[in-house]
């Protein structure tokens, strides 16, 4: 089980930072340096970006789930 939520922990980690890269900057963050922000003035679409923000909360509770449950695991093992 440990193994388990340490796998789903690395997993989950490397989406949330995609995804929190993926999102739209609003001053010209790292989303515009790779030429996001020409390419969110051409598309224009809101619900991509609440689709991206709905994803990107529920894979962070999967993250801080996964860090709560190995804890509660490392404190009944020792």
Do not use: D, P
Not at 7 to 19: D, K
Not at 32 to 47: D, E, P, R
Request: proline content about 0%; aromatic content about 6%.
């Amino acid at each position: 089980m440990i193994v388990a939520l340490q796998i789903t922990l690395v997993i989950t980690a490397v989406l949330l930072t995609v995804f929190i890269l993926l999102h739209r900057g609003k001053g010209g963050g790292l989303s515009s340096l790779f030429g996001g922000g020409v390419q969110a003035n051409l598309s224009g679409s809101t619900i991509v970006e609440r689709n991206l923000t709905r994803y990107t909360i529920v894979i962070a509770l999967i993250w801080i789930t996964c860090i709560l449950g190995l804890n509660i695991a490392q404190s009944f093992a020792a």
